[in-house]
């Protein structure tokens, strides 16, 4: 069984603090994507990362897809309350139809 | 507008009887799936299909039917509902290939 480890679960932290999502696996994956979900609406998109060792930055939020492309992170700096949500990472396995391997996700809640 | 629509947003039934939960996708994507998403366990893929008339299985597919009869609908069925259905339920649907999944906004499913 394939795995994405992501931690932590749950961050609770005070508006302008950093912060860092972590996704971990064993297997190799042609690309991740890192995903933002608020309450009551289903995931969007925030990026995809497709080469190893490769950094994607969207205003404040970094996003690294590790050398081996097992792991990726993604970095919040000076985090805002409008951070809040459920941010999820899918990693996609070659030769899966398309499949993807989803973390089980990181609730981020950031207090003004 | 580019759009996944699930509908109801909202179910309450009892166990036994038999649900469809409509999802329709306007983007002429070929690839539709269907999630659901309990807390802690992230998204847990029950089928998908790569086209009009190719279903398969994901990852927790018991007690659950799907169909693509046509490009833009995938209906999911369940004929026997039981309390352990309870959750929160995603379509989703993208091209194939490297791309991002478009999702609809959900829908909540409490079987007493």
């Known amino acids: 069984t394939q795995l994405l480890e992501q931690s932590p679960q749950f961050l609770s932290i005070q508006e302008g603090e950093n912060l860092t999502v972590y996704c971990n696996s064993s297997?190799?994956?042609?690309?991740l994507q890192w995903y933002r979900q608020e309450p009551g609406e289903g995931p969007v998109l925030l990026v995809t990362?497709?080469?190893g060792g490769e950094v994607k930055k969207l205003k404040r939020l970094t996003f690294q897809f590790g050398d081996a492309r097992k792991d990726s992170s993604l970095h919040i700096t000076a985090a805002q309350p409008g951070d809040t949500g459920l941010y999820l990472c899918?990693?996609?396995?070659?030769?899966?139809?398309?499949?993807?391997?989803w973390g089980a996700g990181t609730k981020l809640i950031i207090k003004p | 507008e580019a759009q996944v629509t699930q509908n109801p947003r909202y179910l309450i039934t009892v166990t036994g009887k038999k649900l469809t939960v409509t999802c329709s996708q306007n983007?002429?994507?070929?690839?539709m799936s269907w999630y659901r998403q309990d807390p802690g366990l992230g998204l847990r893929q029950i089928y998908y299909?790569?086209?009009?008339?190719?279903?398969d299985k994901g990852d927790v597919p018991e007690g659950y039917k799907v169909s693509r009869k046509e490009k833009r609908n995938f209906p999911l069925i369940l004929e026997s509902p039981s309390p352990n259905q309870t959750s929160l339920y995603f379509c989703?649907?993208?091209?194939?290939?490297?791309?991002?999944?478009?999702f609809g906004n959900g829908t909540r499913l409490t079987v007493t």
């Open positions: 989703a649907s993208k091209v194939l290939g490297n791309s991002p999944l478009h």
């Open positions: 983007m002429n994507h070929e690839y």
């Open positions: 299909s790569m086209n009009v008339e190719v279903t």
């Open positions: 297997s190799v994956f042609s690309s």
């Open positions: 990362v497709v080469t």
């Open positions: 899918a990693g996609e396995v070659r030769y899966s139809n398309y499949q993807l391997i």
